[in-house]
């Protein structure tokens, strides 16, 4: 079965800073790898994804993301953090059959100090 | 933004009453899916559903059936709803799962329906 580990529940940056968000995945064979923000109150809105090819993946709002195989991992990053970043974001697999049933990974939640 | 709407939006209903949930959508995407949102477990698939007539249990089905007559509905339903099944419900659609095959499998996910079962 497949399974996502955030195991940042919550982070907080100062505004300017750099963010790197953590997940881990567990899947055995290639996987699908999104990752969502959500706003308060809102629904999803997808960041990025990976399905293959280059391990960098570049998403909406300046973020990305790099797949390391070697290491389960595909962590969301930016270089310098904006106080509207403030929100939660999910890291998800994708099972390559079956219908791309998502598991999601339990969230971090993302708290900028100005 | 893709055209999902969910209805009701909130709602606040007895233990051991039905609830039906409404998911609507005006893209013609095949693939649909409800997930639940609880604090400490993210979303968690409940049904999910590869066209009409066709659907199929997700991680936490348990208490919850779905139908799915038409293309741009899906329905949600606790037959008897019990306090743990307060949550916050997302409905989602997918255009394809053929990602080799040049589809899109990104989900877009509807603005979720607040139930509180008291």
């Known amino acids: 079965a497949q399974s996502v580990t955030q195991p940042d529940i919550h982070i907080t940056v100062s505004e300017g800073a750099s963010l790197e968000l953590r997940c881990n995945y567990s899947y055995g064979a290639t996987p699908y790898l999104f990752w969502y923000v959500q706003s308060p109150g809102q629904g999803l809105q997808l960041l990025l994804k990976y399905f293959s090819g280059d391990t960098l993946v570049q998403g909406i709002k300046g973020f990305e993301a790099e797949f390391k195989r070697s290491q389960s991992s595909f962590n969301l990053r930016k270089p310098s953090v904006h106080w509207s970043d403030a929100a939660e974001y999910f890291c998800?697999?994708?099972?390559?059959?079956?219908?791309?049933?998502?598991?999601f990974g339990t969230g971090t939640q993302l708290k900028v100090e100005l | 933004d893709a055209g999902i709407t969910q209805s009701p939006r909130h709602k606040v209903t007895e233990t051991g009453t039905p609830v039906t949930l409404r998911c609507h959508q005006t893209e013609n995407h095949r693939y649909m899916y409800w997930y639940r949102q609880d604090p400490g477990h993210g979303l968690r698939l409940i049904h999910y559903s590869y066209g009409v007539k066709d659907t199929d249990k997700g991680e936490v089905s348990d208490g919850y059936s779905v139908s799915r007559s038409k293309t741009e509905d899906f329905l949600l339903t606790l037959e008897s709803a019990t306090s743990s099944q307060t949550s916050v419900y997302f409905c989602?659609?997918?255009?394809?799962?053929?990602?080799?095959?040049?589809?899109?499998?990104?989900?877009?996910f509807g603005p979720g329906t607040r139930l509180t079962v008291l």
């Open positions: 998800a697999v994708g099972a390559t059959g079956g219908g791309n049933k998502l598991t």
């Open positions: 989602a659609i997918s255009e394809s799962v053929m990602v080799l095959a040049g589809g899109n499998n990104e989900q877009f």
